[in-house]
């Protein structure tokens, strides 16, 4: 069985303040992906970024930054210099050798960043 | 980049109605479609995996007689609500992968559904 786990319901925070959003998964499969979405308000899932399990780079694009640990289980994100557009809900997902392209998404964490 | 057209955005139907979500997919094929439901401030549930030319298949809880799920082509799938009560008020999302299990997953813009 597959799992995510976003602790996170919510985070406020002020702009330009770096936030990091934790995510850990459980899975036994050996080759699984990672995923971050961004859902505003509007309702549609927009991509951030996917990580196969062999590669444990971590990523930076602009302002976001994803630190993937195979030893913890985790793949955080994180935001540097916050902005009131990053307000939005963000999923965590995996999907798993075994599940094809069939997502287990975390329960979200609603961020949202003041002016 | 690949879109995913869902239609429509936005329903409102009277309890006992169906109604019909189209998810097509514009600049690919996508071989496999998956749609989700979301209730709100919670995350997505995978309702159905859907495969061009076969049957879909169910999670667990989910009414196959309820939730008819067509994938009749490489470009569309359709998601009918039967019957539909208040409960199924809810968002629904598709999300469409190309021919391989590594393709990228890419979602539509999702539907909200309000039952009367």
């Known amino acids: 069985a597959q799992k995510v786990t976003q602790a996170q319901t919510e985070i406020s925070v002020v702009e330009k303040e770096d936030v990091t959003l934790d995510c850990v998964y459980e899975t036994r499969d050996t080759t699984y992906y990672l995923f971050w979405y961004k859902q505003p308000p509007s309702g549609e899932l927009v991509f951030l970024i996917r990580?196969?399990?062999?590669?444990?780079q971590n990523e930076i694009s602009g302002r976001y930054s994803w630190n993937f640990q195979k030893s913890t289980s985790s793949f955080n994100f994180t935001i540097t210099a916050s902005q009131v557009v990053d307000s939005a809900v963000y999923f965590c997902?995996?999907?798993?050798?075994?599940?094809?392209?069939?997502?287990?998404f975390g329960e979200g964490t609603q961020l949202t960043v003041n002016p | 980049g690949a879109v995913v057209s869902q239609h429509p955005s936005r329903v409102i139907c009277k309890s006992g109605t169906s109604v019909k979500i189209e998810c097509r997919s514009l600049d690919f094929q996508a071989t496999t479609m998956f749609w989700y439901r979301q209730f709100p401030k919670q995350s997505l549930m995978l309702m159905a995996t859907s495969n061009e030319g076969s049957k879909a298949t169910y999670e667990q809880g989910v009414e196959k007689d309820k939730f008819l799920i067509n994938h009749a082509s490489l470009t569309l799938s359709t998601l009918t609500v039967t019957s539909a009560h208040p409960e199924d008020s809810s968002f629904y999302i598709c999300?469409?992968?190309?021919?391989?299990?590594?393709?990228?997953?890419?979602f539509g813009n999702g539907t909200r559904l309000t039952v009367t």
């Open positions: 997902a995996l999907s798993g050798q075994t599940s094809g392209s069939r997502l287990t």
């Open positions: 990580r196969n399990s062999f590669d444990e």
């Open positions: 999300s469409a992968r190309g021919g391989t299990a590594n393709s990228p997953l890419h």
